[in-house]
């Protein structure tokens, strides 16, 4: 007789690593295929629906790289546990690999059992995660196919699912898409567009336009935001909501926000030495190394004086509860230049990250200002909006100002600035200092 347990063991164990994720302890991509192809074979037989769903952190990346590995895996780790307390018992839950992960749901009625699913998931994930003291937030993208409609067999499920995910990004990310068959189309479209958009730099079909924002009080014309716009030779003007995703999702923000910023440093500097300008800043070059140096460099080459600076950054960018973001805004506003906090009140509005760093300005969405006769709840957050910027001794700018009713309302509510179609829109290079001039007239008149 011969003792082979611990043969039988070491097989067990190999088994199991053979098929499942050794971080998570989840299903690893192997198992799910297989899993799929079971199901697959009774929703046939059984002649019901099953779903499959695509899930991908957004900007898992950042807290990654800035916070290290071991956070990372620890942040996974929970991110599995929240994703398996948000599916029934006979759902599958496996990752594929980074931060990707795919859930097989059998036995469905309909696709609103799936939505519902992935709908729970999103707000599983969206609550805070706590990591070493650290108070982290991160989001999820899922995208959801459904058996028989949406494919017959495991790859175009899987394909299919991939897609809808890629929409849910693009539709803002921390939300799902259900598969449509528009989608298959339009990945393509969206890998024929960033190849061309990869090549748009080299071939100067980049140009930045220019819009005024004043000053409520005095009415001067305080500085013009750079906007940028992309004019492709055979497509014409290709709008910034097609192509800046794009451009974030395949990290070409980074080269292309670092054209931006040179570019607007050189049209200002030509300009009255009074007028500031602003650029938008993506959470995405952020991520990349040397910002600081990039920006210290163009402002030195173009001679534009730190203060005639304006960065414009959004909330998302304080989800990721970096140092080095901290870090990189103190340095920039250490040598003069300004830092606005764009688009507040839309996303996770904290109090916290306004008392953390001291911004210069507040730029109230338009969304908002749109409301802002009609609506009391809009009227009432611009007002909580300016008294806060007020207290904090921090300007306010109100974006998308079109009427000379809404210009009196926040001039009431002690908003500093405006921006919007009633002074001007954007206009590019060339037509700055007459569009200047003209906004100022425009608005005292």
């Known amino acids: 007789m011969q003792d082979v347990s611990e043969q039988r063991a070491v097989e067990r164990q190999i088994r199991y690593l053979a098929y499942h994720d050794s971080l998570t302890g989840l299903g690893n991509r192997r198992f799910f295929e297989e899993r799929l192809a079971l199901a697959l074979a009774e929703a046939r037989r059984r002649r019901e629906p099953l779903a499959v769903l695509f899930l991908d952190l957004d900007r898992f990346k950042v807290i990654n790289d800035s916070l290290g590995h071991s956070v990372g895996d620890e942040l996974l780790r929970q991110v599995a546990e929240r994703i398996q307390e948000s599916v029934r018992e006979g759902d599958t839950v496996a990752r594929l690999g980074g931060d990707e992960f795919t859930l097989l749901v059998p036995g469905i009625t309909a696709e609103e059992d799936a939505a519902k699913i992935a709908r729970k998931i999103c707000d599983a994930i969206h609550a805070p995660f706590w990591i070493d003291g650290r108070e982290l937030f991160v989001t999820t993208s899922v995208g959801v196919s459904v058996y028989p409609s949406d494919g017959h067999d495991a790859e175009t499920l899987v394909r299919n699912a991939d897609s809808a995910m890629y929409r849910a990004k693009e539709q803002g990310r921390d939300n799902y898409q259900l598969y449509t068959p528009a989608m298959n189309a339009k990945a393509v479209e969206r890998l024929s567009l960033e190849s061309r958009l990869r090549q748009a730099v080299a071939n100067d079909e ?53 054209w931006v910023l040179k570019e607007a440093c050189r049209q200002a500097q030509t300009w009255p030495h009074d007028i500031r300008v602003a650029v938008n800043f993506s959470t995405v070059q952020f991520q990349s190394t040397g910002l600081t140096n ?87 957050v611009v007002k909580a909006i300016t008294d806060l910027a007020a207290a904090l001794d921090m300007e306010t700018t109100a974006e998308g100002v079109e009427q000379a009713e809404q210009v009196e309302a926040l001039r009431a509510f002690g908003c500093t600035n405006v921006q919007g179609y009633l002074f001007s829109r954007p206009v590019p290079a060339g037509e700055v200092l007459p569009m200047l001039e003209a906004a100022a007239n425009r608005y005292a008149a």
Not at 298 to 311: C, K, M
Request: hydrophobic share 45%; charged share 25%; proline share 6%.
């Open 206 to 258: 980049l140009e930045l336009h220019f819009q005024p924002f004043i000053d409520l009080k005095t009415a001067e014309v305080l500085g013009a935001e750079a906007l940028l716009r992309w004019k492709h030779p055979e497509l014409g003007m290709i709008p910034p909501g097609e192509f800046i995703p794009i451009a974030e999702l395949s990290g070409l923000i980074v080269p292309i926000g670092e």
């Open 294 to 380: 990039v920006v210290f460099q163009t402002l030195a080459t173009s001679g534009l004086a730190p203060d005639r600076l304006e960065v414009e950054i959004t909330e998302t960018l304080f989800l990721e509860s970096s140092g080095q973001i901290l870090e990189i805004l103190h340095a920039l506003k250490a040598i003069g230049v300004r830092i606005a906090l764009d688009d507040f009140g839309t996303g996770f509005s904290s109090l916290s990250y306004l008392r953390r760093f001291p911004f210069d300005k507040i730029k109230i969405d338009r969304s908002f200002i749109l409301e802002l006769l009609s609506e009391k709840e809009a009227s009432a």
